[in-house]
């Protein structure tokens, strides 16, 4: 008969499940009359059990509120968990993993489905071609000059309406054209941040945010983050009150990638709320804002900000032209400091592109195209999900998002992901694995299938073998 105590038996159970990842840092555990009922004890056993996983620092107890998973520690300050914690904020160094990546869109792979990209056909490639021939007919300068002071004024004027439907109110002077979302989000992050800083991301999160975290020397701090709801607010502010300063905050509210995350407007409302009381910038990334599904653009955050908290980032490189690689920021308060790094570093976009651009929303024609790649997208979204549930092993979890271009499929306990890609590569299909969407070795029974790929029975029957490789993985680890 064993001497442990009771309350160890039941402290190391828990312990196990906050190991495997079942409880995020900063949810909150049961009760400690649930645990009590589960368990078969009374509450002094069960208050037990927690008074010493508090003790070893795996949980923190909040008045009124119950016990919460803590922030979990560096490795070798928690040897005897089960399966050790990753750093409370680390250092990112994903390179090897989103280089092998990206170097699929370069390959000879048959179906590629692991970028976040639309298919050329979905994108108006002659009729751009046909205007910007037009455009340097009539303007030859714009090839080796600035856009006259004109023409800017009456592109900034049609991105303020365009921005007016998605109830933002920007002055033109704070509007300040990128070369994509990226350096967007980079400008930001190097004006706000430096080297060594902590930057609180969602996760999973875009692998190539991670990418730029690790190339300014940036601490990555990864908030749990559900298909359903978004980021989670409890963890942020759970995080922000015992964890390491933040310095701010990267997130996509609309349509969050990888999971395709829409946050409701109170949770955008929320965040505003929580950020201005711990004074967090948040940097908002709106890359997939335009690719909604209902009726109109989601709401972004920046739409509630007042003070000029919120950078706001978009970008025309998914709902109209990526080669064109526009995007911009509005940088509220921050606007005249991220000018100035702007100037510092590429300083203007293209002025054939911006001239080409401009034309296209004064004419009416970027709402017309906008519109039919949306309505592609999400014929394909539910053609690619359906595809998915029926073809995939029982337990797989898909959530259908309301716009974006990605979706996030869950696997049943135990898929490998990445052993998954290394099997379909040999058979010419590619995909993101989950372990890609984390500085941490997280997510690896996940991955991230892209649905701008117009459907075809070829792109059916290759879901199918997916979903037959992964039976056949499960299968042989039984």
């Known amino acids: 008969m064993t001497d442990t105590p009771l309350y160890l038996h039941i402290a190391r159970q828990l312990q196990a499940r906050l190991d495997s990842g079942e409880w995020p840092p900063g949810s909150r555990l049961p009760a400690v009359r649930q645990l009590a009922a589960e368990h078969g004890v009374n509450t002094l056993t069960a208050l037990a059990a927690y008074r010493y996983l508090e003790e070893q620092q795996r949980v923190v107890a909040r008045p009124r509120s119950g016990f919460f998973a ?7 300050e928690h040897r005897h968990a089960t399966l050790p914690g990753p750093t409370a904020a680390a250092l990112v160094d994903v390179d090897s993993r989103m280089s092998n990546l990206i170097r699929l869109s370069a390959s000879s792979t048959r179906q590629q489905l692991h970028m976040a990209e639309a298919h050329h056909s979905l994108y108006p490639a002659q009729e751009l ?4 021939q037009m455009r340097l007919a009539r303007q030859p300068e714009l090839i080796g000059a600035y856009l006259p002071t004109a023409d800017q004024q009456q592109l900034y004027q049609q991105i303020r309406r365009l921005a007016a439907g998605w109830q933002l109110d920007i002055p033109a002077e704070h509007i300040l054209f990128t070369q994509g979302i990226t350096e967007a989000i980079s400008l930001s992050l190097r004006h706000l ?3 060594g800083d902590v930057v609180a991301v969602e996760t ?13 020397g940036l601490k990555a701090l990864e908030i749990p983050c559900t298909p359903d709801a978004g980021l989670s607010l409890e963890a942020l502010e759970f995080a922000l009150r015992h964890g390491a300063p933040v310095k701010c905050l990267v997130t996509v509210t609309n349509f969050q990638n990888p999971t395709g995350a829409l946050m409701p407007d109170d949770n955008k409302k929320r965040l505003l709320q929580l950020a201005r009381r711990h004074g967090l910038t948040i940097i908002e990334d709106d890359v997939f804002g335009e690719l909604y599904f209902g009726n109109q653009h989601p709401a972004p955050l920046k739409a509630w900000d007042r003070d000029g908290d919120v950078i706001y980032c978009s970008s025309f490189t ?9 995007g911009w920021l509005s940088g509220g308060r921050h606007h005249a400091a991220l000018e100035r790094l702007r100037e510092s570093s590429s300083l203007v976009s293209p002025a054939i592109l911006l001239a080409v651009l401009s034309e296209m929303l004064a004419s009416g024609d970027y709402a017309r195209i906008s519109q039919r790649i949306r309505q592609q997208l999400k014929q394909q979204m539910e ?9 995939f092993p029982r337990g797989t979890r898909v959530r259908r998002p309301q716009g974006g271009m990605l979706l996030w499929v869950e696997g049943p306990e135990g898929l490998d992901s990445q052993a998954l890609l290394e099997a379909a590569l040999s058979r010419s299909i590619s995909f993101a694995p989950g372990l890609v969407f984390s500085a941490e070795p997280r997510f690896g029974h996940c991955l991230r299938i892209n649905c701008g790929q117009p459907w075809s029975t070829q792109l059916a029957e290759d879901i199918h073998l997916l979903g037959w490789l992964a039976a056949e993985q499960l299968a042989g680890r039984q």
């Open 204 to 216: 999973p999160v875009y692998f190539g945010l991670l990418q730029t975290l690790q190339t300014l």
């Open 70 to 76: 803590a922030l979990p520690r560096h490795v070798a």
């Open 383 to 391: 053609q690619l999900s359906d595809a998915v549930l029926d073809a």
């Open 318 to 326: 998914k709902s109209f032209a990526p080669a064109f690689r526009l």
């Open 129 to 132: 071609s046909r205007r910007m």
């Open 193 to 195: 941040t430096r080297p």
